[in-house]
């Protein structure tokens, strides 16, 4: 299995934090020693880093936290391999254009039967089950809406769907972004929690290090963090339950399940690429 | 216009003293000030470091300088923007999926007329002619080969006369890997050199640098490097002409234009990804 954490703020934020806690998990607290990688947005275009080796041994990992990157959607994973060897092709996050966006997946669980999946002229590179599902998740929603889309609650619900399809075929815990929306969704373990004013302290679970948000915030700052695994030891996460997905955007849960997608603001235009302020997670 | 740098060898090789030499252009020797970007392919992944801020001062380019990364093929590219905006959806090189392997773009030019050139769902996510002219590229090849090609030598023949299209909108030096090839097209300046025993002394033009490739490498190897001028003083760079190409494979330049290419071994297999040494160009 694996570990996911995902990030969606309303001003760009450093997920040092966060990412602090997650890396050790690759080889030291925990065995997700297969690899790690990390994209973040900047507007619509997007960096990546990637390591097939431990994320607690590798220098590319002590870079993106020596040199924190500011960003409104992130999505990380640490790797501990099932399906397919350890290299650099096999290693998530996955990035693939569609529609004039960058889309953005990991993927932590385990499927079967996913071989003959029709991924059309999307292919993968490497040997993931993850990857495969990704590149049928595309082919869907290409197939479904040739032009992109403007109603984008239409198109989360049709993801929606395209998972619970998924789940019938193992473990299937996600997260997926176009660098605006980050959507989660949950077969087992999944934790999310929405930060914002006011502001308190937070210890990491996985090392010795704490901080003030207040002091690294301003009021009208709003993150979330999802991830396999609360990383903090003092906050209320909320546990997804099986099925259950979750849809952020610019820091807000705005949808959960079906019934409530009707009623958020989607297709909202895309914001600029200022940075306010620049807040830790 | 931009410059661009491209490696080919046949051992995973550091690009490191090319790459020191580049990035002074960008903002210090040299006027490309509006970002610079190198993806290394790593067996069929790949990784990319970019950064819209000057290479000479980006912190990123440092840590690509101070973790030499070891690649068989590499493209990078430092830009000062004609078209488009100075932002990260806008760095160069582009990567895409096609045939479930990655392809590899950059360009230094400039195109007019290029708007409507039909891209079919390869669609580009940020301004740039040179985007829009890789994913028409993407375009030709899918819908000229719906199937992975097993006969590369007819796909670069068929890149070349795509490529000669291309220059009639302008100017258009480029280079394109899927990891196993890299292709290098020229309009007006674009250079390379291959270096193999008996290796000798290089000293860098834009910064004060020698080294001694006798000391880097082993007898076998075998290392070409592209670049839109020469990156060294005292080596023999050859110039290549308006509508020249070279294509280079696993360090060798195994054709130049049409004639040359019916007489080379292509469609060989992908070695493993053993680095049996490491050699720095």
Redesign the interface.
Same mark, same amino acid.
């Given at each position: 299995m694996c570990e996911l954490l995902g990030m969606s703020a309303n001003v760009p934020t450093d997920i040092c934090f966060s990412f602090t806690g997650l890396i050790q998990r690759g080889g030291r607290t925990g065995p997700h020693r297969d690899g790690w990688g990390i994209a973040f947005y +900047?507007?619509?275009? %997007? @960096? =990546? %880093?990637?390591d097939p080796a431990p994320s607690c041994q590798s220098?590319?990992a002590q $870079?993106v936290q020596s040199?924190p990157i500011k960003s409104r959607a992130v999505i990380s994973h640490i790797r501990q391999a099932n399906r397919g060897s350890v290299? $650099? +092709?096999? =290693?998530h996050p996955f990035t @693939? +254009?569609l529609?004039? @966006?960058?889309w953005t997946f990991a993927h932590n669980g385990q499927l079967t039967g996913y071989e003959t999946m029709e991924t059309g !002229? !999307? @292919? &993968?590179?490497?040997q993931t089950d993850s990857e495969l599902a990704f590149c049928w998740l595309l082919n869907q929603l +290409?197939h479904r809406y &040739?032009e &992109?889309p403007v109603d984008m609650s239409e198109v989360f619900r049709f993801v929606t769907a395209l998972c619970d399809q998924l789940r019938e075929k193992g473990v299937f815990n996600m997260l997926l972004s176009d660098g605006e929306y980050v959507m989660s969704y949950c077969t087992n373990h999944l934790y999310w929690i929405t930060r914002q004013a006011p502001f308190g302290h937070a210890n990491l679970i996985d090392e010795d290090v704490e901080i003030n948000f207040q002091e690294e915030t301003t009021p009208e700052d709003v993150v979330s963090v999802i991830a396999t695994q609360p990383l903090t030891g003092n906050e209320n996460w909320q546990r997804m339950k099986p099925g259950e997905y979750g849809l952020f955007h610019f820091g807000k849960r705005i949808a959960t399940n079906q019934a409530e997608l009707s009623d958020v603001p989607f297709a909202a235009p895309r914001p600029g690429?200022q940075a306010p302020t620049e807040p830790l997670v």
């Open positions: +900047e507007g619509k275009g %997007f @960096r =990546t %880093f990637k220098k590319i $870079l040199y290299c $650099l +092709e096999n =290693t @693939r +254009e529609w004039g @966006r960058y !002229h !999307h @292919r &993968p590179v490497g +290409e &040739p &992109p690429n």
